[in-house]
């Protein structure tokens, strides 16, 4: 009676653990899989600077995404001529945190015979880890503290 007893406790705390092994699992796949990786975030944040003119390409205008000091909201097209050709078209550098990547973007002035450009001027995008806020820093990024791509 007693070997008896002592397997359906043994079987109930294995049932217990395959049960919570699986629920870990399945809610620590369901985070992964809301987050985008470093290649996708690279992939937005090129298309948010193409589509906001911030390069030389055209703008999509029916998506614009406003910065703070935009007080032209009304008159898109002060805020395209301002912005465009402010930044080179493909990233260069890439900051991760706990949340959100960070993209960074040279200025278009920047020549490209420089090789240390860790301090040169530029604009970073900010992305959520799950890929859904995208929008640009308003302050001047530290490309020291980045990785260059």
Same mark, same amino acid.
């Given at each position: 009676?007693?070997?008896?007893?002592?397997? *359906?406790?043994?079987?109930?705390?294995?049932?217990?653990?395959?049960?919570?092994?699986?629920?870990? *699992? $399945?809610? $620590?796949?369901?985070?992964?899989?809301?987050?985008?990786?470093?290649?996708?975030?690279?992939?937005?944040?090129?298309? $948010?600077?193409?589509?906001?003119?911030?390069?030389?390409?055209?703008?999509?205008?029916?998506?614009?995404?406003?910065?703070?000091?935009? *007080?032209?909201?009304?008159?898109?097209?002060?805020?395209?001529?301002?912005?465009?050709?402010?930044?080179?078209?493909?990233?260069?550098?890439?900051?991760?945190?706990?949340?959100?990547?960070?993209?960074?973007?040279?200025?278009?002035?920047?020549?490209?015979?420089?090789?240390?450009?860790?301090?040169?001027?530029?604009?970073?995008?900010?992305?959520?880890?799950?890929?859904k806020e995208v929008r640009m820093a308003h302050k001047?990024?530290?490309?020291?503290? $980045?990785?260059?791509?």
């Open positions: 009676m007693r070997y008896i007893a002592y397997n *359906n406790i043994r079987m109930k705390r294995t049932f217990i653990q395959v049960t919570l092994l699986f629920i870990c *699992n $399945f809610s $620590f796949g369901q985070v992964l899989n809301d987050t985008i990786g470093k290649y996708d975030a690279i992939k937005i944040a090129e298309q $948010f600077v193409k589509d906001n003119g911030y390069c030389s390409l055209p703008p999509n205008r029916s998506n614009l995404s406003y910065e703070l000091w935009d *007080n032209y909201r009304g008159n898109d097209d002060s805020i395209l001529k301002r912005r465009k050709n402010t930044l080179k078209c493909n990233a260069s550098y890439i900051s991760e945190e706990a949340k959100e990547w960070h993209i960074g973007f040279l200025s278009s002035k920047i020549q490209a015979i420089h090789s240390d450009t860790s301090n040169a001027p530029g604009r970073s995008i900010i992305i959520s880890k799950d890929g001047a990024p530290l490309f020291s503290k $980045f990785r260059k791509l």
